[in-house]
Protein backbone atom coordinates (compact mmCIF):
# COMPACT_ATOMS: atom_id res chain seq x y z
CA UNK A 1 0.00 0.00 0.00
CA UNK A 2 0.87 3.59 -0.87
CA UNK A 3 -0.45 6.31 0.74
CA UNK A 4 -0.66 10.04 -0.96
CA UNK A 5 -0.84 12.78 1.87
CA UNK A 6 -1.56 16.28 1.62
CA UNK A 7 -2.45 19.10 4.08
CA UNK A 8 -3.71 22.66 4.04
CA UNK A 9 -4.54 25.20 7.12
CA UNK A 10 -6.36 28.36 7.09
CA UNK A 11 -7.34 30.49 10.49
CA UNK A 12 -11.03 31.31 9.17
CA UNK A 13 -12.56 34.45 8.78
CA UNK A 14 -12.93 35.59 12.30
CA UNK A 15 -10.04 34.59 13.93
CA UNK A 16 -6.44 36.71 14.22
CA UNK A 17 -4.31 33.77 14.50
CA UNK A 18 -4.42 30.02 13.83
CA UNK A 19 -3.70 27.79 16.75
CA UNK A 20 -4.16 25.10 14.16
CA UNK A 21 -1.05 22.86 13.53
CA UNK A 22 -0.96 20.09 10.66
CA UNK A 23 1.98 17.84 10.24
CA UNK A 24 3.23 14.95 8.42
CA UNK A 25 6.05 12.85 7.93
CA UNK A 26 6.53 11.02 4.67
CA UNK A 27 8.92 8.27 5.09
CA UNK A 28 7.18 7.08 8.38
CA UNK A 29 3.82 7.92 7.09
CA UNK A 30 2.65 9.30 11.01
CA UNK A 31 0.21 12.29 10.24
CA UNK A 32 -0.81 14.70 13.33
CA UNK A 33 -3.32 17.56 13.83
CA UNK A 34 -3.48 19.28 16.82
CA UNK A 35 -5.98 22.24 17.73
CA UNK A 36 -5.02 24.31 20.44
CA UNK A 37 -6.48 26.47 22.84
CA UNK A 38 -5.57 28.96 25.65
CA UNK A 39 -5.68 32.58 26.22
CA UNK A 40 -2.69 35.13 24.74
CA UNK A 41 -2.15 33.24 21.81
CA UNK A 42 -1.40 30.22 24.07
CA UNK A 43 -3.07 27.56 21.79
CA UNK A 44 -0.45 28.28 19.76
CA UNK A 45 2.34 27.24 21.52
CA UNK A 46 0.53 24.55 22.99
CA UNK A 47 -0.38 23.00 19.71
CA UNK A 48 2.79 23.56 18.14
CA UNK A 49 4.74 22.08 21.57
CA UNK A 50 2.67 18.67 20.50
CA UNK A 51 2.65 18.40 16.97
CA UNK A 52 6.76 19.31 17.14
CA UNK A 53 6.97 16.84 20.15
CA UNK A 54 5.29 13.77 18.75
CA UNK A 55 6.52 14.22 14.99
CA UNK A 56 10.53 14.43 16.75
CA UNK A 57 9.95 11.34 19.12
CA UNK A 58 7.53 9.54 17.03
CA UNK A 59 9.15 9.76 13.88
CA UNK A 60 12.45 8.52 15.35
CA UNK A 61 11.36 5.46 16.96
CA UNK A 62 9.72 4.53 13.26
CA UNK A 63 12.34 5.21 11.81
CA UNK A 64 14.34 2.96 13.86
CA UNK A 65 11.50 0.05 14.77
CA UNK A 66 11.29 -0.37 10.85
CA UNK A 67 7.79 -0.84 9.21
CA UNK A 68 7.74 -4.00 10.33
CA UNK A 69 7.17 -3.47 14.18
CA UNK A 70 4.13 -5.06 15.25
CA UNK A 71 0.57 -3.02 16.06
CA UNK A 72 0.89 -3.75 19.83
CA UNK A 73 4.56 -1.57 19.88
CA UNK A 74 3.66 1.18 17.65
CA UNK A 75 0.48 1.70 20.15
CA UNK A 76 2.72 1.89 23.06
CA UNK A 77 5.11 4.07 21.00
CA UNK A 78 2.39 7.12 20.37
CA UNK A 79 1.03 6.27 24.12
CA UNK A 80 4.63 7.72 25.67
CA UNK A 81 5.47 10.07 23.29
CA UNK A 82 1.59 11.58 24.03
CA UNK A 83 2.20 11.21 27.42
CA UNK A 84 5.78 12.92 26.83
CA UNK A 85 4.06 15.63 24.71
CA UNK A 86 1.34 16.08 27.51
CA UNK A 87 3.94 16.74 30.58
CA UNK A 88 6.19 19.02 28.50
CA UNK A 89 2.92 21.22 27.27
CA UNK A 90 1.22 20.98 31.64
CA UNK A 91 4.93 22.05 32.59
CA UNK A 92 5.10 25.04 30.50
CA UNK A 93 1.82 25.90 31.22
CA UNK A 94 2.64 25.78 35.06
CA UNK A 95 5.86 28.04 34.84
CA UNK A 96 4.72 30.42 32.47
CA UNK A 97 1.80 32.74 33.89
CA UNK A 98 0.80 33.66 30.31
CA UNK A 99 0.25 29.84 29.56
CA UNK A 100 -1.65 28.52 32.42
CA UNK A 101 -4.72 26.72 31.05
CA UNK A 102 -3.18 25.68 27.78
CA UNK A 103 -3.88 22.72 26.25
CA UNK A 104 -4.50 21.22 22.91
CA UNK A 105 -6.89 18.57 20.91
CA UNK A 106 -5.18 15.88 18.92
CA UNK A 107 -5.98 13.41 16.32
CA UNK A 108 -2.19 11.05 14.85
CA UNK A 109 -2.05 8.53 12.90
CA UNK A 110 0.49 5.99 11.46
CA UNK A 111 0.18 4.32 8.74
CA UNK A 112 1.53 0.81 8.14
CA UNK A 113 1.04 -1.61 5.42
CA UNK A 114 -2.43 -1.93 5.05
CA UNK A 115 -3.34 -1.03 8.65
CA UNK A 116 -3.36 2.18 10.58
CA UNK A 117 -3.18 3.15 14.10
CA UNK A 118 -5.50 6.02 15.23
CA UNK A 119 -4.78 7.82 18.23
CA UNK A 120 -7.19 10.94 19.48
CA UNK A 121 -7.54 13.45 21.82
CA UNK A 122 -10.37 16.11 22.33
CA UNK A 123 -12.97 16.71 19.42
CA UNK A 124 -10.61 16.94 16.25
CA UNK A 125 -11.65 14.06 14.26
CA UNK A 126 -10.79 11.44 11.75
CA UNK A 127 -13.02 10.53 9.32
CA UNK A 128 -12.86 7.47 6.21
CA UNK A 129 -14.27 7.54 2.92
CA UNK A 130 -14.45 3.60 1.05
CA UNK A 131 -16.25 3.63 -1.94
CA UNK A 132 -19.33 5.16 -1.10
CA UNK A 133 -19.41 5.14 2.62
CA UNK A 134 -18.07 8.32 4.28
CA UNK A 135 -18.18 7.97 8.23
CA UNK A 136 -16.17 9.19 11.73
CA UNK A 137 -14.03 6.80 12.79
CA UNK A 138 -13.14 8.88 15.62
CA UNK A 139 -15.42 9.60 18.80
CA UNK A 140 -14.98 13.06 20.04
CA UNK A 141 -14.20 13.14 23.71
CA UNK A 142 -16.78 16.09 24.38
CA UNK A 143 -19.70 16.82 27.08
CA UNK A 144 -22.27 17.03 23.86
CA UNK A 145 -21.03 13.25 23.12
CA UNK A 146 -21.76 12.01 25.99
CA UNK A 147 -25.08 13.52 26.22
CA UNK A 148 -25.69 12.30 23.04
CA UNK A 149 -24.00 8.55 24.34
CA UNK A 150 -26.81 9.27 27.20
CA UNK A 151 -29.58 9.32 24.88
CA UNK A 152 -30.30 12.64 26.62
CA UNK A 153 -30.22 14.69 23.23
CA UNK A 154 -30.66 13.58 19.25
CA UNK A 155 -28.44 14.47 17.11
CA UNK A 156 -30.58 16.82 15.32
CA UNK A 157 -30.48 19.10 18.46
CA UNK A 158 -27.03 18.50 18.85
CA UNK A 159 -26.37 20.39 15.98
CA UNK A 160 -27.35 23.53 17.36
CA UNK A 161 -26.40 22.87 21.30
CA UNK A 162 -24.46 25.52 23.31
CA UNK A 163 -21.80 23.31 24.77
CA UNK A 164 -20.97 21.91 21.30
CA UNK A 165 -17.44 22.89 21.74
CA UNK A 166 -16.72 22.09 25.29
CA UNK A 167 -14.21 19.47 25.47
CA UNK A 168 -13.90 16.25 28.61
CA UNK A 169 -10.02 15.59 27.92
CA UNK A 170 -7.40 17.61 26.72
CA UNK A 171 -3.62 17.41 25.67
CA UNK A 172 -1.15 19.17 28.40
CA UNK A 173 -4.50 20.49 30.89
CA UNK A 174 -3.41 18.29 33.60
CA UNK A 175 -0.44 16.35 34.88
CA UNK A 176 -2.13 13.17 33.02
CA UNK A 177 -3.99 12.36 30.03
CA UNK A 178 -5.31 9.01 28.26
CA UNK A 179 -4.98 8.74 24.05
CA UNK A 180 -7.61 6.78 22.97
CA UNK A 181 -5.67 4.08 20.39
CA UNK A 182 -7.57 2.37 17.81
CA UNK A 183 -6.31 -0.26 14.87
CA UNK A 184 -7.99 0.15 11.59
CA UNK A 185 -7.73 -2.25 8.33
CA UNK A 186 -6.60 -0.27 5.22
CA UNK A 187 -8.22 -0.47 1.65
CA UNK A 188 -7.11 0.61 -1.21
CA UNK A 189 -9.15 3.60 -2.36
CA UNK A 190 -9.38 4.96 1.25
CA UNK A 191 -9.55 8.37 1.94
CA UNK A 192 -8.79 9.69 4.96
CA UNK A 193 -9.54 13.09 6.69
CA UNK A 194 -8.26 14.29 9.88
CA UNK A 195 -9.90 17.85 10.71
CA UNK A 196 -10.07 20.29 13.33
CA UNK A 197 -13.80 21.47 14.51
CA UNK A 198 -13.38 24.45 11.84
CA UNK A 199 -14.13 22.46 9.14
CA UNK A 200 -16.66 19.61 11.35
CA UNK A 201 -18.76 22.52 13.07
CA UNK A 202 -19.00 24.54 9.35
CA UNK A 203 -19.75 21.91 7.13
CA UNK A 204 -21.95 18.72 7.69
CA UNK A 205 -20.92 14.91 6.78
CA UNK A 206 -22.53 15.15 3.36
CA UNK A 207 -21.03 18.31 1.97
CA UNK A 208 -17.87 17.54 3.35
CA UNK A 209 -18.48 13.59 1.36
CA UNK A 210 -19.40 15.40 -2.08
CA UNK A 211 -16.08 16.93 -2.23
CA UNK A 212 -14.14 13.94 -1.51
CA UNK A 213 -16.08 11.47 -3.81
CA UNK A 214 -15.29 14.22 -6.86
CA UNK A 215 -12.42 13.50 -9.49
CA UNK A 216 -10.17 16.52 -8.20
CA UNK A 217 -6.80 16.03 -7.04
CA UNK A 218 -6.28 15.32 -3.53
CA UNK A 219 -4.71 18.69 -2.89
CA UNK A 220 -7.69 20.48 -4.90
CA UNK A 221 -10.13 18.14 -2.59
CA UNK A 222 -8.02 20.12 0.44
CA UNK A 223 -8.74 23.34 -0.52
CA UNK A 224 -12.15 22.80 -1.31
CA UNK A 225 -12.94 21.47 1.79
CA UNK A 226 -11.15 24.74 3.50
CA UNK A 227 -13.27 27.27 0.72
CA UNK A 228 -16.76 25.47 2.00
CA UNK A 229 -15.89 26.19 5.37
CA UNK A 230 -15.13 29.51 4.56
CA UNK A 231 -18.27 29.91 2.83
CA UNK A 232 -20.44 28.81 5.77
CA UNK A 233 -18.77 31.40 8.08
CA UNK A 234 -14.95 30.71 8.74
CA UNK A 235 -15.98 30.95 12.49
CA UNK A 236 -12.80 29.13 13.11
CA UNK A 237 -9.13 28.28 12.34
CA UNK A 238 -9.49 25.44 9.75
CA UNK A 239 -7.21 22.55 9.25
CA UNK A 240 -7.37 19.24 7.09
CA UNK A 241 -4.93 16.62 6.59
CA UNK A 242 -6.18 13.63 3.39
CA UNK A 243 -4.39 10.34 3.20
CA UNK A 244 -5.69 8.72 -0.20
CA UNK A 245 -4.19 4.91 0.37
CA UNK A 246 -3.12 3.07 -2.59
CA UNK A 247 -2.49 0.07 -4.14
CA UNK A 248 1.31 -0.39 -4.82
CA UNK A 249 1.52 -0.83 -8.86
CA UNK A 250 4.99 -2.68 -8.97
CA UNK A 251 3.69 -4.95 -6.71
CA UNK A 252 0.63 -5.32 -8.61
CA UNK A 253 1.96 -6.04 -11.48
CA UNK A 254 4.49 -8.33 -10.77
CA UNK A 255 1.71 -10.41 -8.99
CA UNK A 256 0.03 -9.99 -12.27
CA UNK A 257 3.29 -11.76 -13.97
CA UNK A 258 4.04 -14.38 -11.55
CA UNK A 259 -0.39 -15.51 -12.23
CA UNK A 260 0.44 -15.00 -15.32
CA UNK A 261 3.20 -18.04 -15.33
Known sequence: MIYEICTQTDPGLTRDNNEDVVAFDAATRLCILADGMGGYNAGEIASGMAAAFIKSEMSRWL?????????KDVRRALEICVENANHSI????NSNPQYAGMGTTLVVGVFQGDRLLLGHIGDSRCYRLRGQTFQQITKDHSLLQEQLDAGLITPAQALTSPIKNLITRALGVEDTVLVEVNEHRVEAGDIYLKCS?????MVDDEGIAVILLGNEALEQKARQLIALANEAGGRDNISVLLAHAKEDSAKRGLLSRMRGK
Request: net charge negative; no cysteine; glycine share 12%.
Open 63 to 71: SQAGRQANA
Open 197 to 201: DGLSD
Open 90 to 93: FNAA
